[in-house]
């Protein structure tokens, strides 16, 4: 009765690590790209445990790679926002931001799950995502609070981002909490942040849907999986 | 013939003598990830905690335990990840942050960041970046000997 939405948690982590991955050796400053890597990496993990344990329950032999590699892009549970493009350094931590503090908020809820695996899963990923939070809150400050130039640029990545928000808070029975009594939580952490970094929060709450549904992902996501099953659909179960 | 299983302190004290695989200063039970020892009737089942869900080392180390054990003639042995309670650096032993230290790692403080340069011992220092050569450090520097260190990150 959980796969869905654990399939709903490790699509987005997986999606989103797969899509800060490509920043691998691209970032501005070597100590960005190690974060941005060590993101990357967390989220993989994460998805690791949470399709792990989609797998397990469906009970039909599927493990966590054959989940990852093998479904097609209608099959994908994640959220919209996490598969839109990196673009510029801006919207890349734009995206993180937004991600982390509903992420946060999400994994605090679950850690307190009467199953005791899906708690156990949140407890150890909200312990990584604490870190993730901190350091894209830190940067949207600094990006928004800093020049004229990346001023208008994280506003501008605030602007094309911000419908792909009220997505992750609509109300659904396949996920695993009440996601819309998180939104107090993170317009709290999103206001504040927002205030510090003399950003403005867009006046319309329109939100893009269909992403954790299946019903409509972008354009993007059939080009990142492409990217990522290749090898794995090229050469199945290939070992080195 | 019967065969008599090693003692459970003497598996602790190889276990203590395997080396972090990206740390090699500390071993792993100084880590903390080693949570439990147990014989099961004839099989040994070693309890390993992950430090960080997406830390690469995770694989290595339990390919380093497996084969100290069977150096040791261990036949039957079980590795068995267990994610809650969630690892801490709390967890990590005395002697594991004395050894951090020495190595020119500053151990992991509950103030979330160094007590001092693991160089100079200076107060006066700033963090690089939260993140670092691996999942479980970040980067700091010395104002005063001017040297950039690695700390040991509190979760």
Sequence with gaps: ???????????????????????????????????????????????????????????????????????????????????????????????????????????????????????????????????????????????????????????????????????????????????????????????????????????????????????????????????MQSLPRSYPDAKW | MVATHPLIDDVWAWLADVPDPEIPAISLVDLGIIRDVQWLDDTLEVTVTPTYSGCPATSIINFEIEAALRAKGIQNLSLKRQISPPWTTDWMSDAGRAKLEAYGIAPPQPAGGPAHCPRCQSKAVEKISQFGSTPCKAQWRCTDCLEPFDYFKCI
């Design chain 1, 1 to 227: 009765m959980s796969v869905a939405g654990l399939i709903r948690m490790g699509d987005s982590t997986l999606v989103l690590g797969q899509r800060v991955s490509e920043w691998c050796g691209h970032a501005p400053a070597l100590e960005e790209d190690i974060a941005l890597a060590n993101t990357a990496l967390d989220l993989i993990g994460q998805t690791q445990l949470w399709l792990g344990l989609a797998g397990e329950r469906e009970g039909q032999g599927q493990d966590a790679d054959a989940l990852a590699y093998r479904r097609d892009p209608w099959d994908f549970r994640n959220l919209l926002l996490v598969e839109q493009p990196n673009r510029d350094f801006g919207v890349t931590m734009m995206r993180q931001f937004l991600f982390d503090t509903w992420h946060l908020e999400v994994l605090r809820t679950l850690a307190q799950h009467p199953d005791a695996e899906i708690s156990a899963i949140a407890q150890k990923s909200a312990k990584e995502v604490t870190y993730h939070r901190e350091r894209s809150t830190d940067m949207v400050i600094a990006l928004g609070d800093g020049t004229e130039e990346s001023q208008q640029r994280m506003q501008s990545a605030l602007v094309r981002l911000y419908p792909y928000v009220g997505e992750m808070f609509t109300i659904d029975p396949d996920d695993l909490i009440d996601m819309a009594t998180l939104r107090p939580g993170f317009d709290a952490h999103l206001t504040a942040t927002l205030d510090k970094a003399t950003l403005t929060r867009p006046a319309s709450e329109f939100a893009h849907q269909g992403g954790k549904t299946g019903a409509r992902h972008s354009e993007h996501l059939g080009h990142i999986l492409a990217t």
